[in-house]
């Protein structure tokens, strides 16, 4: 059975700093995509960040360049967004996302079809 668990959401400062993680079982992540998505209220879900997991390649939404980095621990299975310098606008609810065996463009890594597993997400709150 599939099951990636997300972690580390809380409620933190505007400009303050926050690390998720997303841990992986019953499925290989090391020859395939895994991703960051999010979703705030009234809003699509949308791409954030996301990275092959063979060759280590990643894509980010313009949004969040320069602030996020995803990096992932094969050894551990587990997945990681840090976010700096966060905003009201990075508000949301967090999924991690994972497709095993596949190759993903940049395009794709960042689309909501390439990934067949899903997390049932972490809330990030920023408070002003």
């Known amino acids: 059975q599939v099951q990636l668990v997300e972690s580390g959401g809380a409620s933190v400062q505007a400009g303050g700093s926050l690390s998720l993680s997303c841990a992986a079982s019953g499925v290989t992540t090391s020859n395939g995509c895994m991703a960051w998505f999010r979703q705030a209220p009234g809003k699509e879900r949308e791409g954030v960040a996301g990275?092959?997991?063979?060759?280590?390649?990643?894509a980010y939404a313009d949004s969040v360049k320069g602030r996020f980095t995803i990096s992932q621990d094969n050894a551990k299975n587990t997945l990681y967004l840090q976010m700096n310098s966060l905003t009201s606008e990075d508000a949301a609810m967090y999924y991690c996302?994972?497709?095993?065996?596949?190759?993903?463009?940049?395009?794709?890594?960042?689309?909501?079809?390439?990934?067949?597993?899903w997390g049932q997400g972490t809330q990030v709150t920023i408070s002003s």
């Open positions: 990275i092959r997991t063979g060759a280590g390649s990643t």
């Open positions: 996302a994972a497709a095993s065996r596949t190759y993903c463009s940049a395009y794709s890594l960042l689309r909501e079809y390439t990934y067949p597993y």
